[in-house]
């Protein structure tokens, strides 16, 4: 291509002795070629002739050699192969081999993609005239364009293959090429050369058609894409009149760091019609992906409903964080249409729940989630939206349910009702129930855990979406958003917005690096990806973003429904037990005490079988619920006290391929630190599996905020203990507690034991009361002088059931007090969410977790087992189930 003056290095001085030399020999030339028209001199174009003349275009201060080069293409004789085929992800590949002047022009096509793996380029399928058009514009270069069907060119675009094809001799010649300023100085001199009859009177560029040299309009090339802001972009080499195009955008800004002018997305139409306007310049805009654009499109036709969240019920909006209350308005903003992907432990049930209480016009609801979690969900709803046990169904395979919800089994022959104000249904029994509950046509959808919708050939997957997609409102939760691998996110998307993400080739061949038969491994265009799904559908905060709006520590409940079989077991020893505990108090009042000590020690042994029986028919729930916490890829603690649980997460965990610590009464001392420095600084062990004995005190681990109880332990000081191992100095995020119970277990004893002592001692584990411990006697703590909390410790310890003081025996002994002081210089600090806490550990029943060594030690003290009484007492739901 002619350069401008800087481009040849010459002076004015030089380009007029150029200029005036090029015009006296060309003048020469002319006559001499005038005096031997007549000759048999061999023509131009003869074989043997085709050599240049070589003039003499001296200049006093340097040589021509010096100051004219040769075409870059010299030597180029081989002819270029150019493929251009049908690609995935409705896209069009170019294949070439490589030669930079063919780079550039396949640069200059809107939308191209360089696939390093394939070596091609690949461009938006609408671009394939514009594709050829580039190429074609080559025409110094010897090219063969294949365009493999069913690719064709439109009407009016020549085929490049025949017809770009150079024959003038020049083309196996070596080009001399001269100064534009020249060439057109003599040009003007000299205009009536080109109506010589030599075949070729002198090789300058435009003297085959005899056309004056004209400047071309100044090109410019701009493109859009969407910032991670989530507005559009618009980047291009710096021009005044594109400048002042966009500075007539509405509400378009120039952002001086990233050198990027920015406006919203409804401003892209106004920005695409002032470029195209100005008129002294070829505008090329490199449009948004068509996917984006779609997404953007969708997105904007949602109705912004902010205004709605006002009614949300009054105790649950006081207990929302700043953060949350973000999240309930952004989902209202996409029309009730959101992926709420928030760091696990941030409280996305109860954003989601927020949400749904402002929609309550299009009550029913369906709540789509793992097995492990429908019971908790059920307990959720009636706790924040005041809705009635009754009016909430629950789909169950197997298991009993407690708390008084309607429970649906989708065993048996008999027709399946899912009518419930509020629909709880697991994503495998979904897949059952899809006819059913597409016929129901439920307006709002909750999806927790979305990523269980993850795989695209699933046949859950392709339940669920279906499902989402009809749906009035729609949310899906996740913490897990799986941007890193762009394909698990796709199903999630499309349930969310199906006019944008249409075909899985388009977005695989853009997000996904490409595939081959239909495998999408890859990632590609990550930041695009990131910003459209930001701007579209989803909030995402981690725990670090919002850590000054968290407390130190959430505790958490998880009910989970238990396999109907061994459930039998457990129930026939819960009834021998309450049989047992019959009998012994008729010995008490007969005053048999031989008869007493029996029953005593055959109570003792039912209590630990119940126990020992109810971890290993809690093992797959577990299981379960530790899948969807590996699903997060945090790391985390788990503390179980049995032999069998422990051994049946290490299972788990081995199926899986994670790595893991385990620590329990069979590691020797001498590794157990080595086992925490593995666990503390390998960020790829992600589980440590403790024993709540063996691992509750003494150790740091700190690397996890997470601590998960499969299991629990009779007294709150072996609990306080186990989370502080996580809780500590040096922790640096909020730690999350979750505790697995199971109804109808030894869970209730367990958990009324606990409660019981918190009562005796005053141990408050969370709460803004007075920093100073609370006593039995002491004054109480008036109901509502704390701030509302989300799922603290205390506000689960209720007892399932338990006697009043006047339904106790009268003549018995009253109720154990503590056998300490109540204040005592033997304190550990346990911090609550907001205040600091005191526990007081000098109660020697701490030092027992075996409920028979915990028996016998109070026995010991008080000379009766009452204190068992309101503990143990167990109310059964029915008594014909056993």
């Not at 449009?287 to 654009?293: A, D, R, S």
């Not at 505790?555 to 061994?566: A, P, V």
Request: net charge neutral; hydrophobic share 35%; proline share 5%.
């Amino acid at each position: 291509m002619l350069g401008d003056d800087d481009d040849w290095n010459l002076s004015p001085e030089e380009l007029d002795a150029l200029e005036r030399s090029a015009a006296t020999q060309l003048a020469a030339q002319q006559q001499r070629h005038v005096q031997s028209s007549n000759s048999s001199a061999p023509s131009w174009d003869s074989p043997s002739k085709r050599v240049l003349p070589q003039y003499d275009f001296g200049s006093p201060q340097k040589n021509i050699a010096t100051l004219i080069s040769t075409s870059p293409l010299k030597g180029a004789r081989g002819i270029i192969r150019v493929k251009i085929f049908e690609d995935l992800g409705g896209r069009i590949a170019c294949q070439a081999p490589y030669n930079s002047h063919l780079v550039e022009a396949l640069k200059t096509v809107p939308g191209r993609s360089w696939d390093a793996s394939r070596k091609v380029w690949t461009y938006p399928e609408a671009g394939l005239e514009y594709l050829v058009n580039a190429i074609k514009s080559l025409s110094h270069l010897k090219l063969s364009i294949e365009v493999v069907p069913p690719l064709s060119l439109n009407a009016g675009v020549s085929n490049p293959s025949t017809a770009d094809k150079i024959s003038s001799p020049e083309d196996e010649a070596e080009i001399w090429c001269t100064p534009p300023q020249v060439l057109s100085s003599v040009q003007d001199h000299h205009a009536g050369i080109s109506q010589s009859k030599s075949p070729r009177p002198c090789q300058f560029p435009s003297s085959r058609d005899g056309a004056s040299v004209q400047a071309p309009k100044k090109s410019c090339y701009v493109k859009f894409f969407l910032h991670h802001c989530g507005k559009i972009a618009a980047k291009f080499d710096y021009d005044t009149e594109v400048v002042a195009a966009l500075k007539r955008v509405p509400r378009a800004d120039y952002h001086a760091k990233e050198r990027l002018w920015m406006f919203p997305v409804s401003s892209i139409s106004k920005a695409e019609e002032d470029l195209k306007a100005i008129k002294d310049r070829v505008i090329t805009i490199e449009p948004l992906e068509p996917i984006v654009k779609r997404a953007l499109e969708a997105t904007a036709t949602l109705p912004d409903l902010r205004d709605r969240f006002d009614l949300i019920d009054e105790k649950l909006r006081k207990t929302l964080m700043e953060f949350q209350i973000e999240g309930v308005r952004f989902a209202l903003q996409h029309g009730g249409r959101a992926l709420i992907a928030d760091e696990m432990g941030l409280g996305k049930t109860l954003q989601a729940l927020a949400v749904v209480s402002c929609l309550h016009e299009d009550w029913p609801v369906l709540i789509i989630v793992p097995s492990s979690l429908r019971v908790h969900w059920a307990n959720m709803v009636t706790t924040w939206l005041n809705v009635s046990p009754s009016d909430i169904t629950i789909v169950l395979s197997q298991g009993s349910c407690h708390g008084g919800f309607n429970i649906v089994r989708t065993t048996g022959k008999h027709k399946l009702l899912v009518n419930g104000l509020f629909n709880i249904v697991s994503y495998d029994a979904l897949t059952k129930l899809g006819d059913i509950i597409l016929r129901t046509g439920f307006k709002i959808v909750i999806a927790d855990e979305s990523h269980y919708m993850k795989n695209p050939q699933a046949k859950r997957t392709n339940v669920c979406v279906p499902v989402l997609q009809k749906a009035k409102y729609a949310l899906l939760l996740t913490g897990t958003p799986a941007l890193s691998r762009p394909i698990e996110l796709f199903k999630q998307l499309q349930a969310l917005q199906p006019t944008a993400y249409q075909k899985i080739n388009e977005y695989g061949g853009r997000y996904c690096q490409g595939g081959f038969f239909g495998v999408w491994q890859g990632s590609s265009n990550r930041e695009e990806l990131h910003a459209l799904v930001k701007s579209t559908v989803m909030i995402r905060r981690l725990k670090s973003d919002v850590l000054s709006q968290l407390p130190k520590k959430r505790r958490e409940q998880i009910f989970m429904t238990l396999d109907e079989r061994g459930m039998k077991q457990i129930r026939a020893l819960l009834h021998e037990l309450d049989t047992v505990k019959t009998a012994m108090q008729a010995a008490l009042q007969a005053g048999n005490k031989e008869e007493v000590m029996d029953m005593r020690t055959e109570e003792r042994t039912l209590i630990s079988k119940i126990y020992s029986e109810t971890a290993e028919v809690k093992i797959p729930a577990v299981q379960e619920f530790l899948e969807t916490m590996l699903e997060g890829g945090c790391k985390f603690l788990v503390f179980a006290h049995h032999q069998v649980m422990l051994d049946g997460i290490q299972e788990l965990l081995q199926k899986k391929k994670v790595k893991f610590i385990r620590i329990d009464g069979k590691t020797p001392a001498a590794s157990r630190q080595d086992l925490v420095k593995t666990f503390q600084e390998k960020e790829d062990v992600k589980v440590a599996v403790l024993g709540i004995r063996a691992a509750g005190v003494g150790l740091t681990l700190t690397a996890a905020s997470t601590v998960v109880f499969a299991e629990m332990s009779w007294t709150p000081g072996d609990l306080v203990q186990a989370e502080d191992r996580a809780h500590r100095i040096g922790q640096e995020s909020a730690v999350n507690v979750y505790y697995l119970h199971a109804h109808d277990t030894i869970d209730d004893f367990i958990w009324d034991a606990v409660q019981h002592k918190l009562e005796n001692l005053g141990q408050v584990l969370d709460g803004q009361g007075d920093s100073s411990m609370q006593v039995a006697g002491s004054k109480e703590v008036e109901a509502g002088s704390q701030s509302q909390e989300q799922s603290t410790l205390h506000d689960y310890m209720k007892p399932v059931s338990k006697l009043s003081d006047n339904d106790q025996n009268v003549s018995g002994p009253k109720r154990v007090q503590s056998r300490s002081s109540p204040v005592s210089s033997k304190r550990r600090k346990a911090p609550g969410p907001v205040s600091q806490q005191y526990i007081d550990l000098t109660d020697q029943s701490d030092m027992y977790e075996d409920p028979e060594v915990y028996q016998d030690d109070l026995i010991g003290s008080t000379g009766t087992s009452d204190m068992f009484e309101p503990c143990l007492q167990y109310e059964f739901a029915d008594y014909e189930d056993y």
